[in-house]
């Protein structure tokens, strides 16, 4: 059962589990030798189990294999498919620069593609359009788009949508300043994707890559980056150029409304609870007027803050 709405926005049209770079590994290796990617995408999808609503849609921002292995997509779908059948939530597939496209459309898709076919692909999850924008380079591991696809975008986004775009890419187009390697590896020639967007549908954009929660705007739409769940960049390492972290993995959640988007940041890690309320108040507040229940929550010598 959803909970209640006790404020006054209602319910948000559609839910996104925003997830990226899991980078998993084949027969089991260690990223760096050090780090269990599957265990901590197993982590990550346990906390899609709780959200409430449940998500229309997992987004996957690329780098779904650290390797490009077929194994690793073989495993990747084993641990994603079932929660989402048990979610009712569509899955999107999104290519990054660790990914290589024949094995990547092979496993996710059963495709059998070349290098050079890019991987964009439309998908409708109950109104909501959301794209798969392929921004990889066979061979680099920056970000670019051709112009066979920003014109292809610009004919998928010519109809507007139901409930609008959502946009998601490997290669987030807004600076990094908090990583500064990371820009090296950016997406290039953001311009032209700007000028497909303005005017566009596009509600928000949702990208991974620097391994950090990023948030920024591009052609007056908002960008969420998602970070990864196999290890973090730390944005602010002691004596360091660059710094990968076994810690603060998280995935985000997107809420779709008709006037505006909201991302929220959600910690992988579970950690221990210091004080909070047990699920049965939610009955018991939803049995109260609107204005019982501002005086019994928001009064600052209310029971509930014992």
């Known amino acids: 059962m959803s909970t209640?709405?006790?404020?006054?926005?209602?319910?948000?049209?559609?839910?996104?589990a925003h997830v990226s770079d899991t980078h998993l590994l084949a027969d089991g290796a260690?990223?760096?030798?050090?780090?269990?990617?599957?265990?901590?995408?197993?982590?990550?999808?346990?906390?899609?189990?709780?959200?409430?609503?449940?998500?229309?849609?997992?987004?996957?921002?690329?780098?779904?294999?650290?390797?490009?292995?077929?194994?690793?997509?073989?495993?990747?779908?084993?641990?994603?498919?079932?929660?989402?059948v048990d979610l009712g939530a569509?899955?999107?597939?999104?290519?990054?620069?660790?990914?290589?496209?024949?094995?990547?459309?092979?496993?996710?898709?059963?495709?059998?593609?070349?290098?050079?076919?890019?991987?964009?692909?439309?998908?409708?999850v109950r109104g909501l359009r959301v794209v798969s924008l392929d921004t990889t380079v066979p061979g680099y591991h920056h970000g670019e788009l051709r112009e066979e696809q920003l014109e292809w975008l610009a004919d998928v986004l010519a109809t507007p949508a139901e409930h609008g775009t959502v946009l998601a890419l490997h290669h987030p187009p807004i600076p990094v300043p908090m990583v500064p390697a990371a820009a090296i590896i950016e997406l290039l020639d953001?311009?032209?994707?700007?000028?497909?967007?303005?005017?566009?549908?596009?509600?928000?954009?949702?990208?991974?890559?620097?391994?950090?929660?990023?948030?920024?705007?591009f052609a007056g739409i908002p960008v969420s980056v998602a970070a990864?769940?196999?290890?973090?960049?730390?944005?602010?390492?002691?004596?360091?150029?660059?710094?990968?972290?076994?810690?603060?993995?998280?995935?985000?959640?997107?809420?779709?409304?008709?006037?505006?988007?909201?991302?929220?940041?959600?910690?992988v890690a579970q950690e221990p609870e210091v004080a909070g309320h047990p699920a049965a108040v939610v009955d018991q507040l939803a049995a109260l007027s609107p204005q019982e229940r501002r005086e019994l929550v928001s009064r600052k010598d209310s029971a509930l803050d014992d």
């Open 190 to 217: 953001q311009d032209g994707l700007a000028g497909v967007l303005e005017g566009s549908d596009v509600v928000s954009i949702l990208g991974g890559h620097f391994h950090f929660s990023s948030h920024s705007t």
């Open 90 to 124: 569509q899955v999107v597939w999104v290519m990054g620069n660790h990914d290589e496209r024949p094995a990547y459309a092979a496993g996710l898709f059963g495709e059998q593609v070349t290098q050079e076919q890019p991987q964009d692909r439309v998908h409708d």
């Open 4 to 16: 209640p709405q006790f404020g006054q926005h209602p319910p948000p049209l559609r839910t996104l």
């Open 228 to 267: 990864a769940t196999c290890y973090l960049e730390d944005p602010a390492p002691l004596g360091r150029f660059t710094s990968a972290v076994d810690a603060h993995q998280s995935v985000n959640v997107v809420h779709v409304y008709a006037d505006r988007v909201v991302h929220s940041i959600v910690p």
């Open 30 to 84: 260690l990223q760096f030798g050090a780090i269990d990617t599957t265990a901590r995408l197993r982590a990550a999808l346990e906390r899609l189990t709780r959200l409430d609503p449940a998500p229309d849609a997992i987004v996957v921002t690329g780098d779904l294999a650290d390797l490009g292995e077929p194994g690793a997509y073989q495993q990747l779908r084993e641990l994603v498919d079932p929660l989402a």
